[in-house]
């Protein structure tokens, strides 16, 4: 018979354990997501032309692929993280510049600024309180993911408004998926390395961003 | 450098595709799988999510 202290003793641990990964996690998130609006800050003071975006998007997703993961369990995991997301930050800058030049182009920043973070907030919060696992939506949010990208890369060359539309809605629910997901699995003890947790928490928030002005920018405009 | 760094973002786009399908398989075999009223605690936020984007949209129109 397994012996209650040890158990005990070990689901404490677990917990402390958890806590860390957690804490780390969002401590992260704040100096990447910080960082990412200085360099986008850097990037709409030099006026980087529109074609940036999509240089900084393709360095980013080869850093993701590639070195992320070989470096996450070392501590130039890190500095990669930082350069992954200054990247997106300098590429979204760019686009930034460009809705800044709409006539309503501030007050669409800005609602989708506010909006990106009650989206954030409110999910993280409903999946730390719920304490549920939600990693049974692993296989839809990656099945759903593929339809995006097919999507996404047709629209690249297609550059049809309505795609573009249906494309960014559906990465608002994917990616509000990917928070409950991600989120359950850090407090579940699915995720123990909060650099990668980081970095797709950093993922969803930078999506549902730009997918937000992408949408409140095609709805917004008469 | 348009139509270059177009092509060259689709096929990264592709890459993650073939990524994402790798990570869908094996999801598929070895994911733990959904139980009764885990998909009701997915829909309601969901919902919530898409009722503040159309509320978000009212306001910019």
Redesign the interface.
Known sequence: MANPNYTIAGGAQRAVETNKVLKNTYMLLSATLVFSALMAGLSMALAVPS?MY??A??GA??LG?FVLPRSANSGSGVGVIFLITGLLGFGLGAILTLYLAMP?GP??IG??FG?TG??FL??SG?ALT?K????????FL??G??VV??A??AN??LAMPALALAVS?AI??LM??FI?YDTSRIINGGETNYIMATYGLYLSIFNIFIS?LQ??GI??DD | ??MF??I???A??????F???R??QN??EH?????KG?WQ??VL??A???G??VL??A???
């Open positions: 074609w999509l240089v998007v393709i997703m080869l692929i309503n007050q669409i609602t989708a909006g009650i989206i409110g999910l409903y719920s549920r696992d939600f990693s049974f939506m692993g296989g990656f099945a993911i593929m990208f097919i996404a890369i690249i060359f809605g608002i629910l509000s998926g409950l937000l949408i409140l709805m917004g | 450098m348009d760094l177009k060259v973002a689709a990264v786009m592709g890459m993650m595709v990524y994402a399908w990570a869908f999801w598929q994911g733990p799988k959904a139980q885990d605690a997915v936020p969901l919530l999510v898409v503040l984007v978000l949209v306001m910019v129109r």
